[in-house]
């Protein structure tokens, strides 16, 4: 059964980086592209960033310059480094898998997301 559980979330003012990480299990990771998703109260979920088994990424407009996502095979994790946050990037953060092509690719479940929260 897949298990993905995020981390480092938290509450910072705009201006500021926090940086999320992600370990996947129960699944072959190494050959899953990832992405990172959010959720704002009210909106739906959405992609944000992602990146392939190689390494290449690709991001919304929105954290584009912003966000950097990265992966590391050998511990099956993925982190979101969100540098010059915004107000508007408040949200749950979660990862899942992804299409190469900016897709919604998520596996059946969902971790429990970590909230992020940038104060104005």
Known sequence: QVQLVESGGGLVQAGGSLRLSCVLSGTI???????WYRQAPGRQRELVATISSAG????????????????????????????GLKPEDTAVYYCNRA??????WPFGSWGQGTQVTVSS
């Open 56 to 83: 290449s990424t690709n991001y919304a407009d929105s954290v584009k310059g912003r966000f950097t996502i990265s992966r590391d095979n050998a511990k099956n994790t993925v982190h979101l480094q969100m540098n």
């Open 99 to 104: 299409r190469l092509d900016f897709r919604p």
């Open 29 to 35: 990771f190494s050959i899953n592209a990832m992405g």
